[in-house]
Protein backbone atom coordinates (compact mmCIF):
# COMPACT_ATOMS: atom_id res chain seq x y z
CA UNK A 1 0.00 0.00 0.00
CA UNK A 2 1.22 3.22 -0.85
CA UNK A 3 0.08 7.38 -0.42
CA UNK A 4 -1.03 8.56 -3.30
CA UNK A 5 -2.32 12.18 -1.86
CA UNK A 6 -3.02 14.63 0.88
CA UNK A 7 -5.91 16.56 0.38
CA UNK A 8 -6.82 19.74 2.51
CA UNK A 9 -10.52 21.06 3.29
CA UNK A 10 -10.58 24.42 5.11
CA UNK A 11 -14.28 24.25 7.06
CA UNK A 12 -16.51 26.43 8.98
CA UNK A 13 -16.53 27.03 11.72
CA UNK A 14 -12.96 27.42 12.54
CA UNK A 15 -11.61 23.73 11.15
CA UNK A 16 -9.13 22.30 8.62
CA UNK A 17 -9.50 18.71 7.57
CA UNK A 18 -7.18 16.36 5.65
CA UNK A 19 -7.55 13.47 4.02
CA UNK A 20 -4.96 11.03 3.00
CA UNK A 21 -5.43 8.46 -0.14
CA UNK A 22 -3.84 5.29 -1.19
CA UNK A 23 -3.23 3.35 -4.26
CA UNK A 24 -5.66 0.66 -3.03
CA UNK A 25 -8.23 2.55 -1.86
CA UNK A 26 -8.11 3.01 1.83
CA UNK A 27 -8.74 6.54 2.70
CA UNK A 28 -7.89 8.07 6.22
CA UNK A 29 -8.70 11.39 7.89
CA UNK A 30 -7.51 13.64 10.09
CA UNK A 31 -7.49 17.62 11.72
CA UNK A 32 -4.67 19.67 11.45
CA UNK A 33 -5.37 22.89 12.17
CA UNK A 34 -4.24 25.71 15.10
CA UNK A 35 -7.52 28.10 15.97
CA UNK A 36 -6.83 31.74 13.62
CA UNK A 37 -4.01 29.90 11.96
CA UNK A 38 -5.46 27.26 9.75
CA UNK A 39 -4.14 28.23 6.66
CA UNK A 40 -0.99 28.60 7.74
CA UNK A 41 -0.86 24.79 9.27
CA UNK A 42 -2.64 23.83 5.71
CA UNK A 43 0.78 25.10 4.35
CA UNK A 44 2.99 23.06 6.46
CA UNK A 45 0.53 20.03 5.77
CA UNK A 46 0.98 20.26 1.80
CA UNK A 47 5.04 20.77 2.79
CA UNK A 48 5.36 17.91 4.62
CA UNK A 49 3.61 16.08 2.03
CA UNK A 50 6.27 15.41 0.14
CA UNK A 51 7.77 13.45 2.65
CA UNK A 52 4.56 11.23 2.58
CA UNK A 53 3.42 10.34 -0.59
CA UNK A 54 5.03 7.35 -1.85
CA UNK A 55 5.31 6.00 1.71
CA UNK A 56 3.69 3.09 3.37
CA UNK A 57 1.18 4.52 5.42
CA UNK A 58 1.51 1.94 8.04
CA UNK A 59 4.92 2.77 8.72
CA UNK A 60 3.59 5.37 11.29
CA UNK A 61 6.56 5.88 13.59
CA UNK A 62 9.04 6.32 10.62
CA UNK A 63 6.68 8.14 8.90
CA UNK A 64 6.40 10.77 11.97
CA UNK A 65 9.84 10.42 13.13
CA UNK A 66 10.49 11.50 9.76
CA UNK A 67 8.23 14.55 9.54
CA UNK A 68 9.62 15.50 13.39
CA UNK A 69 13.44 15.10 12.54
CA UNK A 70 13.67 15.45 9.00
CA UNK A 71 13.25 19.29 8.98
CA UNK A 72 15.81 19.84 11.29
CA UNK A 73 13.33 22.55 12.97
CA UNK A 74 11.28 21.05 15.41
CA UNK A 75 7.81 21.37 17.84
CA UNK A 76 5.64 24.53 17.99
CA UNK A 77 2.63 24.79 17.48
CA UNK A 78 2.24 24.89 13.13
CA UNK A 79 5.03 22.03 12.73
CA UNK A 80 3.15 20.07 15.13
CA UNK A 81 -0.08 20.60 14.14
CA UNK A 82 0.23 19.87 10.74
CA UNK A 83 2.04 16.45 11.94
CA UNK A 84 -0.74 15.55 14.40
CA UNK A 85 -3.43 15.80 11.44
CA UNK A 86 -1.31 13.49 9.05
CA UNK A 87 -0.93 10.82 12.27
CA UNK A 88 -4.56 10.78 12.94
CA UNK A 89 -5.21 9.81 9.22
CA UNK A 90 -2.27 7.19 9.23
CA UNK A 91 -3.57 5.58 11.86
CA UNK A 92 -7.21 5.95 10.51
CA UNK A 93 -5.69 3.93 7.52
CA UNK A 94 -4.01 1.60 9.17
CA UNK A 95 -7.30 0.65 11.49
CA UNK A 96 -9.91 0.65 8.75
CA UNK A 97 -7.26 -1.71 6.58
CA UNK A 98 -7.11 -4.14 9.61
CA UNK A 99 -10.97 -3.71 10.42
CA UNK A 100 -10.24 -2.63 13.92
CA UNK A 101 -10.59 0.96 16.05
CA UNK A 102 -7.33 2.21 16.84
CA UNK A 103 -7.26 1.71 20.11
CA UNK A 104 -7.14 -1.50 19.54
CA UNK A 105 -4.02 -1.14 18.42
CA UNK A 106 -2.79 0.46 21.16
CA UNK A 107 -3.32 -2.56 23.71
CA UNK A 108 -6.90 -2.30 23.77
CA UNK A 109 -9.62 -0.25 25.67
CA UNK A 110 -9.13 -0.23 29.77
CA UNK A 111 -12.54 1.36 29.87
CA UNK A 112 -15.87 0.67 28.33
CA UNK A 113 -17.16 4.41 28.28
CA UNK A 114 -15.72 8.51 28.14
CA UNK A 115 -17.19 10.73 30.86
CA UNK A 116 -17.14 13.94 28.85
CA UNK A 117 -17.63 17.72 29.98
CA UNK A 118 -19.89 20.80 28.02
CA UNK A 119 -18.61 24.57 27.98
CA UNK A 120 -20.72 26.81 29.11
CA UNK A 121 -20.65 31.07 29.39
CA UNK A 122 -18.57 31.75 26.28
CA UNK A 123 -15.48 34.08 25.97
CA UNK A 124 -16.87 36.76 28.56
CA UNK A 125 -18.96 34.23 31.21
CA UNK A 126 -22.77 35.02 31.68
CA UNK A 127 -25.87 33.76 32.31
CA UNK A 128 -23.67 31.19 33.94
CA UNK A 129 -26.64 29.55 36.69
CA UNK A 130 -28.70 29.25 33.67
CA UNK A 131 -26.61 27.55 31.31
CA UNK A 132 -25.08 25.20 33.99
CA UNK A 133 -28.55 23.70 35.31
CA UNK A 134 -28.90 23.20 31.47
CA UNK A 135 -26.38 21.09 30.85
CA UNK A 136 -26.75 19.09 33.97
CA UNK A 137 -30.58 18.92 32.65
CA UNK A 138 -28.65 17.19 29.67
CA UNK A 139 -26.71 14.24 31.59
CA UNK A 140 -23.54 16.09 32.15
CA UNK A 141 -21.80 15.49 35.62
CA UNK A 142 -19.20 18.10 34.99
CA UNK A 143 -18.78 21.49 32.67
CA UNK A 144 -16.18 24.29 31.74
CA UNK A 145 -16.47 27.95 32.20
CA UNK A 146 -14.11 30.77 31.13
CA UNK A 147 -12.98 32.42 34.84
CA UNK A 148 -12.90 36.07 33.74
CA UNK A 149 -12.64 38.10 30.44
CA UNK A 150 -9.54 39.86 30.20
CA UNK A 151 -7.54 41.36 33.61
CA UNK A 152 -4.45 43.32 34.11
CA UNK A 153 -0.81 41.94 35.43
CA UNK A 154 -2.09 43.66 38.31
CA UNK A 155 -5.93 44.38 38.60
CA UNK A 156 -8.34 45.52 41.24
CA UNK A 157 -9.94 43.36 43.98
CA UNK A 158 -13.42 43.89 42.27
CA UNK A 159 -12.17 41.57 39.21
CA UNK A 160 -11.06 38.71 41.82
CA UNK A 161 -15.10 39.12 43.54
CA UNK A 162 -16.24 38.95 40.14
CA UNK A 163 -14.64 35.99 38.95
CA UNK A 164 -15.67 34.20 42.03
CA UNK A 165 -19.68 35.20 42.16
CA UNK A 166 -19.69 33.82 38.60
CA UNK A 167 -17.98 30.39 40.08
CA UNK A 168 -20.41 30.78 43.06
CA UNK A 169 -23.26 31.01 40.95
CA UNK A 170 -22.17 28.20 38.97
CA UNK A 171 -21.82 25.66 42.43
CA UNK A 172 -25.28 26.99 43.62
CA UNK A 173 -27.06 26.18 40.75
CA UNK A 174 -25.67 22.34 40.54
CA UNK A 175 -25.38 21.41 43.84
CA UNK A 176 -22.21 19.65 45.35
CA UNK A 177 -21.95 17.35 43.20
CA UNK A 178 -21.03 18.36 39.73
CA UNK A 179 -17.91 18.93 38.76
CA UNK A 180 -16.94 22.62 38.06
CA UNK A 181 -13.58 23.49 35.36
CA UNK A 182 -12.62 26.79 35.26
CA UNK A 183 -10.68 27.83 32.68
CA UNK A 184 -8.21 31.09 33.38
CA UNK A 185 -7.21 30.64 29.57
CA UNK A 186 -3.87 32.44 30.15
CA UNK A 187 -5.62 35.74 30.80
CA UNK A 188 -4.42 35.62 34.33
CA UNK A 189 -0.76 36.87 35.26
CA UNK A 190 1.05 35.55 38.18
CA UNK A 191 0.44 38.42 40.50
CA UNK A 192 -3.26 38.02 40.28
CA UNK A 193 -3.78 34.37 39.63
CA UNK A 194 -1.83 33.34 43.22
CA UNK A 195 -4.60 35.84 44.69
CA UNK A 196 -7.64 34.31 42.37
CA UNK A 197 -6.53 30.67 42.87
CA UNK A 198 -6.91 30.86 46.34
CA UNK A 199 -10.08 32.53 46.31
CA UNK A 200 -11.96 29.79 44.69
CA UNK A 201 -11.09 27.12 46.87
CA UNK A 202 -14.25 26.82 48.75
CA UNK A 203 -15.84 26.04 45.44
CA UNK A 204 -14.15 22.49 44.83
CA UNK A 205 -12.96 23.43 41.14
CA UNK A 206 -13.05 19.81 39.43
CA UNK A 207 -9.56 22.06 38.15
CA UNK A 208 -8.47 24.77 37.01
CA UNK A 209 -6.50 25.41 33.60
CA UNK A 210 -4.04 27.28 32.64
CA UNK A 211 -4.02 29.15 35.96
CA UNK A 212 -0.74 31.03 34.43
CA UNK A 213 0.68 31.33 30.57
CA UNK A 214 2.44 28.53 29.29
CA UNK A 215 5.58 30.74 29.61
CA UNK A 216 5.62 31.12 32.82
CA UNK A 217 4.54 28.11 34.08
CA UNK A 218 8.20 27.73 36.11
CA UNK A 219 5.93 30.05 38.89
CA UNK A 220 3.48 27.19 39.37
CA UNK A 221 5.27 26.76 42.63
CA UNK A 222 4.66 29.78 44.15
CA UNK A 223 0.81 30.65 42.49
CA UNK A 224 -0.06 27.06 43.26
CA UNK A 225 1.40 25.28 45.80
CA UNK A 226 -0.46 23.43 48.70
CA UNK A 227 -4.26 24.22 46.83
CA UNK A 228 -6.81 21.85 47.51
CA UNK A 229 -7.82 21.59 43.89
CA UNK A 230 -6.00 20.43 40.91
CA UNK A 231 -4.32 22.41 38.46
CA UNK A 232 -4.02 21.62 34.51
CA UNK A 233 -2.56 22.92 31.77
CA UNK A 234 -1.19 21.70 28.54
CA UNK A 235 -3.22 22.51 25.20
CA UNK A 236 0.00 25.12 24.38
CA UNK A 237 2.71 22.72 24.79
CA UNK A 238 3.09 20.93 21.88
CA UNK A 239 5.62 17.91 22.60
CA UNK A 240 6.58 15.21 25.58
CA UNK A 241 10.13 17.53 26.00
CA UNK A 242 7.37 20.22 26.68
CA UNK A 243 5.63 18.38 29.13
CA UNK A 244 8.57 16.86 30.92
CA UNK A 245 9.69 19.99 33.28
CA UNK A 246 6.03 20.52 34.52
CA UNK A 247 5.42 16.81 35.64
CA UNK A 248 9.22 17.17 37.15
CA UNK A 249 8.17 20.19 39.26
CA UNK A 250 5.51 18.33 40.68
CA UNK A 251 2.47 21.29 40.79
CA UNK A 252 0.74 20.17 37.49
CA UNK A 253 -2.14 17.40 38.65
CA UNK A 254 -3.57 17.14 34.83
CA UNK A 255 -1.76 17.37 31.58
CA UNK A 256 -4.33 18.46 28.24
CA UNK A 257 -2.21 18.06 25.10
CA UNK A 258 -4.49 18.44 22.00
CA UNK A 259 -4.23 15.58 19.73
CA UNK A 260 -4.56 18.01 16.49
CA UNK A 261 -1.97 20.23 18.50
CA UNK A 262 1.13 17.83 19.97
CA UNK A 263 1.72 15.06 17.16
CA UNK A 264 -1.50 13.63 16.61
CA UNK A 265 -2.21 9.69 18.11
CA UNK A 266 1.82 8.68 18.57
CA UNK A 267 2.89 11.85 20.39
CA UNK A 268 -0.38 12.15 22.75
CA UNK A 269 0.28 8.12 23.63
CA UNK A 270 3.32 9.00 24.69
CA UNK A 271 2.72 11.81 26.52
CA UNK A 272 -0.04 10.16 28.94
CA UNK A 273 2.33 7.35 29.09
CA UNK A 274 4.85 10.12 30.68
CA UNK A 275 2.23 11.50 32.68
CA UNK A 276 1.28 7.97 34.08
CA UNK A 277 4.29 7.76 35.61
CA UNK A 278 4.66 11.08 37.40
CA UNK A 279 0.65 9.57 38.82
CA UNK A 280 -0.74 12.62 36.54
CA UNK A 281 -4.04 12.53 35.24
CA UNK A 282 -5.02 13.58 31.73
CA UNK A 283 -8.09 14.83 30.07
CA UNK A 284 -7.04 16.08 26.28
CA UNK A 285 -8.00 18.94 25.06
CA UNK A 286 -10.70 19.20 22.21
CA UNK A 287 -12.63 22.51 21.59
CA UNK A 288 -12.49 21.60 17.87
CA UNK A 289 -13.79 18.93 15.47
CA UNK A 290 -15.37 15.37 14.99
CA UNK A 291 -11.87 13.79 13.81
CA UNK A 292 -10.15 15.77 16.76
CA UNK A 293 -12.36 14.23 19.40
CA UNK A 294 -12.59 10.35 17.64
CA UNK A 295 -8.69 10.45 17.99
CA UNK A 296 -9.08 11.80 21.19
CA UNK A 297 -11.52 9.56 22.49
CA UNK A 298 -9.30 6.86 21.22
CA UNK A 299 -6.69 7.77 23.18
CA UNK A 300 -8.63 7.87 26.52
CA UNK A 301 -10.01 4.14 25.75
CA UNK A 302 -6.40 2.67 26.08
CA UNK A 303 -4.95 5.51 28.76
CA UNK A 304 -5.77 4.33 32.28
CA UNK A 305 -4.50 7.94 33.85
CA UNK A 306 -7.57 9.67 31.48
CA UNK A 307 -10.41 10.89 33.38
CA UNK A 308 -12.18 13.21 31.45
CA UNK A 309 -12.82 14.44 27.81
CA UNK A 310 -13.37 17.77 26.41
CA UNK A 311 -15.74 18.46 23.09
CA UNK A 312 -17.19 21.00 21.74
CA UNK A 313 -20.47 20.21 20.60
CA UNK A 314 -22.71 23.72 20.75
CA UNK A 315 -20.12 25.39 22.18
CA UNK A 316 -20.03 29.47 21.32
CA UNK A 317 -17.35 29.05 18.62
CA UNK A 318 -19.57 26.78 16.16
CA UNK A 319 -21.11 29.42 14.12
CA UNK A 320 -23.07 27.46 11.17
CA UNK A 321 -21.31 24.54 11.57
CA UNK A 322 -21.26 21.82 14.70
CA UNK A 323 -19.08 19.00 15.33
CA UNK A 324 -21.84 16.23 14.30
CA UNK A 325 -23.01 18.03 11.01
CA UNK A 326 -19.57 16.42 9.44
CA UNK A 327 -20.49 12.69 9.54
CA UNK A 328 -22.24 10.65 8.14
CA UNK A 329 -23.15 9.23 11.20
CA UNK A 330 -23.52 10.90 14.24
CA UNK A 331 -24.35 8.00 16.42
CA UNK A 332 -20.68 7.30 17.63
CA UNK A 333 -20.28 10.90 18.94
CA UNK A 334 -24.20 11.08 20.66
CA UNK A 335 -23.35 11.78 24.13
CA UNK A 336 -25.66 10.01 26.60
CA UNK A 337 -26.02 10.84 30.37
CA UNK A 338 -22.54 12.63 29.90
CA UNK A 339 -20.05 10.08 28.66
CA UNK A 340 -19.89 8.53 25.03
CA UNK A 341 -19.12 4.56 24.85
CA UNK A 342 -15.55 4.07 23.39
CA UNK A 343 -15.10 4.04 19.77
CA UNK A 344 -15.90 0.33 18.02
CA UNK A 345 -15.85 1.59 14.18
CA UNK A 346 -12.71 0.88 12.02
CA UNK A 347 -10.03 3.35 12.55
CA UNK A 348 -10.96 6.54 14.47
CA UNK A 349 -14.53 5.39 14.57
CA UNK A 350 -16.22 7.79 12.84
CA UNK A 351 -17.41 8.36 9.05
CA UNK A 352 -16.79 11.38 7.09
CA UNK A 353 -19.59 12.74 4.89
CA UNK A 354 -17.02 13.99 2.35
CA UNK A 355 -19.56 15.33 0.07
CA UNK A 356 -20.68 18.02 2.69
CA UNK A 357 -16.75 18.65 3.64
CA UNK A 358 -15.93 19.55 -0.58
CA UNK A 359 -19.39 21.71 -0.19
CA UNK A 360 -18.45 23.30 3.02
CA UNK A 361 -14.79 23.63 2.09
CA UNK A 362 -15.98 26.05 -0.65
CA UNK A 363 -17.07 28.22 1.81
CA UNK A 364 -13.73 27.97 4.22
CA UNK A 365 -13.43 30.35 6.73
CA UNK A 366 -11.24 33.20 7.70
CA UNK A 367 -11.66 32.61 12.04
CA UNK A 368 -9.61 34.87 13.80
CA UNK A 369 -8.64 34.49 18.00
CA UNK A 370 -10.21 38.00 19.32
CA UNK A 371 -7.65 40.49 19.98
CA UNK A 372 -8.86 42.26 23.00
CA UNK A 373 -7.17 45.55 24.97
CA UNK A 374 -7.29 47.03 28.05
CA UNK A 375 -8.83 50.18 29.40
CA UNK A 376 -5.30 51.74 28.77
CA UNK A 377 -5.32 50.59 25.33
CA UNK A 378 -2.46 47.73 25.66
CA UNK A 379 -2.63 44.75 24.52
CA UNK A 380 -4.98 42.19 26.79
CA UNK A 381 -4.76 37.85 26.44
CA UNK A 382 -7.31 36.57 25.24
Known amino acids: MKITALKTFLVPPRWLFLK ?76 RDLGVPVSDLLGGACRDRVRMYAWIGGDRPADIAAKA ?31 VARVAEARQAVGPD ?29 FVEEPVLPEHLHTLRSVAG ?47 ILAETYDVAVAPHCPLGP ?41 PLRIENGYLPVLTGPGLGVEVNEAFVVEQAKKGHEWRSPVWRHADGSVAEW
Request: aromatic fraction near 8%; charged fraction near 25%; proline fraction near 5%.
Open 133 to 163: RTVVENGFTAFKMNGTPEMAIVDSHRKVEEA
Open 20 to 95: IETDEGVAGWGEPVIEGRARTVEAAVQELAEYVVGRDPRRIEDIWQTLYRGGFYRGGPILMSAIAGIDQALWDIKG
Open 178 to 206: VGIAIDFHGRVHRPMAKVLLRELEPFHPM
Open 291 to 331: LCLAASLQLDAVAHNAFIQEQSMGMHYNQGNDVLDYLLDPS
Open 226 to 272: NLGFPIATGERLFTRADFRPILEAGYVDIVQPDLSHCGGITEGRKIA
